[in-house]
């Protein structure tokens, strides 16, 4: 059993005297004897050898460390917490892995101690607090994941403390966070805890158990009696334990404000006393996750603050482009990222952030931001368009101006023009830049006159996140265009204008621009598609699959790399940018789409004004190829805007 503490360090010394100075004997009723607060009293030096055989055992501590690791996805970026951590066994073994934003938090002064005693002695850099689980002292939203492990939950006397420790964790957790817990499977310990037993738990001391249920057969009473072979009795102690099942915690957890709450088995320690194990024979690993908005800051008011009022798709809309036809918990965590580095900027920069999703009173919502001073500039981050439709992106920009609010990002002209892809072709070649070669097709056309050789690729020509354009669309002889052209309209539902182009088949780039011309923006480091890992077969394209579609190779085998370049080729491409950049009037941030045929020739495919602002998209990853973060890209976006509209921070 591992019995991880909530202890106060004063009166841990006086309470292990009284154990010592009294041995009760045979007892009827094991309940009668257990101190409400007996946590406070029993996580000590003789703690560590009685469950010794688990809790001080780095074999199956880094056993479950891995096991944790797999089952969240932990990165060592990942701000944890160890809560109930002991005497620090999973954070010390977490942080020997690489995990350098580990914290330890519990009750037990003793245990805290070791740990960071022996945090010190390994040159390992955790921090460890000491307190009350019910009460936890860190700022809301600080977390990335929580972990309650070996057994360390439900040692209050009533369910209404648990629920406080669960809604504690919830506060501390970032919007998107995860929490997992590792406690003893009820169900199963019921009907097969011991009544008596007795180990030698080195070659001097040994332990006697007895235990029982409670009276509301919620709890399991345990007694210790430990005694060494030549100083005789130790400690003879009471204790209970809350027994949750599967069920139960759930029901707890949903009590606490958790979402998607999943069982991911049982494990049972692979002790090499292997005699009782107790509560820590048969556990059940659960995990839940947050969804919360982000806690405002508290401002002061003599401060002045830039009041940013960042626009965003509607999640409670439907929108076609996605694959479920509906906002799902992969743009619900995209969403949590952006908010956290906002958040982030929020703490250390001149900037109050709030956000708007609900289009239903968007125009409404805006215009008394605008009538109670509180919008100074928006960051347009809706992408998906107004209502969800992205024929309707534009629809923003075009409210705002009207609204006579500045925001960041292109005008509506910018956006109606590059929607439209062979527009786009006619303007760069009206500008001398180099496009693949491409034929229309209207939407009412079922006959069309081939021009080009094979291959090709069709795409719809009104379009965003490369909707429509999967592995099909490339194409190597009529059957398979016709096929093609009717999936892009009868899959997808697009019954507006197809464009086939020229099929290129060398680098597949992408160029990133913040600021604005003439002479206050920068172009991030070029990128490139690297197919190389991609099932042979398979077209080298970057479209809807890897985009959209988890279970697809593309999605797994796709990487972006820095791309490899002569020096005439990319200050070509890099001067055509500039040139349809003024052209068209991008502002703030915006990313062009190259290609390089079979000659080396790069061909202009698109331009994408308000590109894609997510954490892991091509713009981010462009920007950290310059050692910027996230936050930060996000900043210098809204700072290309108030610099271009003279809005002082």
């Not at 009350?132 to 309650?148: E, G, H, V, Y």
């Not at 796709?558 to 200050?571: F, G, V, W, Y």
């Not at 000659?599 to 590109?611: A, D, H, M, Q, S």
Request: aromatic letters at 10%; glycine letters at 6%; hydrophobic letters at 35%.
């Amino acid at each position: 059993m591992n019995k991880k503490p909530h202890a106060t360090p004063k009166s841990i010394k006086r309470n292990q005297n009284k154990l010592l100075k009294k041995f009760l004997g045979a007892v009827s009723n094991l309940e009668d004897h257990v101190q409400p607060d007996w946590w406070k009293y029993i996580f000590n030096a003789t703690y560590i050898k009685t469950d010794g055989d688990v809790v001080d055992d780095g074999n199956i501590t880094d056993q479950e460390v891995t096991m944790f690791i797999d089952i969240l996805g932990l990165q060592p970026e990942h701000k944890i917490l160890d809560l109930c951590c002991g005497h620090g066994r999973h954070s010390l073994c977490f942080a020997e892995k690489g995990f350098s934003n580990i914290e330890g938090f519990d009750r037990s002064h003793y245990l805290i101690q070791r740990a960071r005693n022996d945090s010190r002695k390994r040159n390992l850099q955790i921090r460890f607090k000491e307190g009350d689980a019910r009460k936890l002292s860190f700022n809301p939203d600080t977390f990335d994941f929580i972990l309650i492990l070996g057994n360390s939950f439900g040692y209050f006397e009533t369910v209404h403390d648990d629920l406080l420790v669960l809604k504690e964790v919830f506060k501390a957790l970032k919007p998107g966070g995860s929490l997992l817990v590792d406690v003893t499977d009820g169900e199963y310990l019921r009907d097969n805890y011991k009544q008596h037993s007795w180990e030698w738990i080195d070659k001097k001391h040994f332990v006697c158990r007895e235990r029982s249920l409670s009276i509301d057969q919620q709890r399991l009473i345990s007694r210790e009696m430990i005694f060494h072979v030549e100083k005789g009795g130790i400690a003879d102690q009471f204790y209970a334990e809350r027994i949750y099942t599967a069920d139960s915690l759930r029901q707890l957890l949903g009590k606490a404000g958790f979402v998607d709450i999943n069982v991911h088995g049982t494990v049972t320690p692979d002790s090499k006393r292997n005699q009782d194990l107790g509560m820590m024979e048969k556990r059940i690993i659960m995990t839940a996750k947050v969804r919360k908005e982000w806690t405002p800051l508290k401002v002061s008011k003599k401060l002045a603050r830039t009041n940013v009022v960042v626009v965003l798709g509607d999640p409670k809309k439907p929108d076609v482009i996605k694959p479920s036809g509906n906002f799902d918990d992969d743009d619900l965590y995209t969403i949590d990222q952006l908010k956290e580095a906002l958040y982030q900027i929020g703490q250390t920069e001149s900037y109050c952030f709030s956000f708007l999703a609900n289009h239903s009173t968007l125009i409404n919502d805006l215009m008394s931001l605008k009538a109670k001073d509180k919008v100074d500039i928006i960051l347009n981050l809706c992408d998906e368009g107004f209502q969800n439709d992205a024929r309707k992106e534009l629809d923003i920009p075009a409210i705002l101006d009207m609204l006579s609010i500045p925001y960041t990002g292109a005008g509506p002209q910018c956006l109606a023009y590059c929607y439209d892809k062979s527009l786009i072709r006619g303007v760069a070649k009206e500008m001398d830049i180099p496009v693949p070669e491409a034929f229309f097709i209207k939407s009412e056309d079922t006959v069309f006159e081939m021009s080009l050789p094979f291959p090709l690729i069709v795409k719809p020509n009104f379009g965003d996140s490369s909707f429509g354009i999967t592995q099909r669309c490339v194409v190597n002889n009529g059957e398979e265009l016709t096929s093609a052209i009717f999936e892009i309209r009868e899959k997808f539902g697009y019954e507006k204008p197809v464009l086939v182009e020229e099929f290129l088949t060398g680098k597949d780039m992408t160029v990133g621009m913040i600021g604005n011309l003439p002479d206050s923006y920068i172009f991030l480091p070029i990128i490139e598609e690297d197919y190389s890992n991609l099932p042979k077969g398979l077209p080298h394209i970057c479209g809807y699959e890897a985009k959209w579609l988890q279970d697809s190779p593309y999605w797994t085998c796709l990487k972006s790399i820095p791309a490899d370049l002569s020096e005439k080729t990319e200050q070509f491409i890099l001067d055509c940018c500039l040139k349809l950049a003024e052209r068209l009037e991008c502002q703030d941030y915006t990313r062009f789409d190259w290609r390089i045929d079979a000659r080396g020739i790069p061909k202009l495919l698109e331009v994408n004004p308000n590109p894609g602002w997510c954490w892991d998209g091509h713009l981010a990853k462009m920007a950290k190829l310059m050692d910027i973060s996230y936050g930060r890209m996000l900043k210098q976006i809204i700072e290309a805007a108030e610099k271009r509209l003279n809005i002082k921070s």
